[in-house]
């Protein structure tokens, strides 16, 4: 069956340090890469995609995501955190032979101190 | 323009009552899903409708039963609500595998 693994349940860190959040995927077939995020009280945002091409994909709000094949891993990172980046992050995966069904990781709160 | 709305946005209520909550999409989108977060914030897919037509769902109590009067509109009915029933219940749409847009979601009280 289709799993996703977030490794960290919460990250605490200071305004300008880096993060990275890892993900990591079981399936053997084909999959599409999501990261999504929930700021407090709110819906989830898609922050950056991967279907195919370049591993490394960028999305919104200075955050990155690079796919490892090999790994199954998508881990996401952004060089220099802000306080807005305080939210709830998850890594979703849908295989491209299903209906679209996302599975979705346990999430990681990020909390950023000023 | 919101792209996902959901109604109500927050529904408190007793045990054995039956509620139900709706869901539109006007982003032309021709799959709709609901998903449960519970207290720990995890995310779990109930059911998902494409064109009206029931393709995921999950297992879910049959006091559950989404309805798709057509391809914006998805609700979700509970019958008989229970405590355990108490969560934030998401509606997101896409198109057929692409990225899902989430609405922002209904907080469920069940007291």
């Known amino acids: 069956a289709q799993s996703v693994s977030q490794h960290n349940h919460h990250v605490i860190l200071s305004e300008a340090a880096s993060l990275e959040l890892g993900c990591n995927y079981s399936y053997g077939g084909t999959v599409n890469l999501f990261w999504y995020v929930q700021y407090p009280g709110q819906h989830l945002q898609l922050l950056l995609k991967?279907?195919?091409?370049?591993?490394l994909v960028k999305g919104i709000k200075g955050f990155e995501a690079e796919f490892i094949k090999s790994k199954f891993s998508f881990n996401l990172r952004k060089p220099s955190v802000q306080w807005s980046d305080t939210a709830e992050y998850f890594c979703a995966v849908s295989s491209t032979d299903s209906w679209g069904k996302f599975q979705f990781g346990a999430g990681t709160q990020v909390v950023v101190t000023p | 323009d919101t792209a996902v709305s959901q109604t109500p946005k927050y529904l408190v209520t007793q045990m054995g009552n039956d509620k139900s909550i709706k869901c539109e999409q006007n982003l032309g989108h021709d799959t709709m899903y609901w998903y449960k977060q519970d207290s720990k914030k995890f995310l779990k897919i109930m059911f998902s409708?494409?064109?009206?037509?029931?393709?995921i769902n999950e297992t879910v109590p049959n006091r559950f039963s989404p309805k798709s009067p057509d391809k914006a509109h998805l609700n979700l009915h509970i019958n008989s609500l229970e405590l355990g029933d108490s969560a934030v219940y998401f509606c997101?749409?896409?198109?057929?595998?692409?990225?899902?847009?989430f609405g922002a979601g209904t907080r469920l009280s069940v007291l």
């Open positions: 997101a749409s896409s198109q057929t595998r692409g990225i899902q847009y």
């Open positions: 991967y279907f195919s091409g370049d591993p």
């Open positions: 409708y494409n064109n009206k037509e029931l393709i």
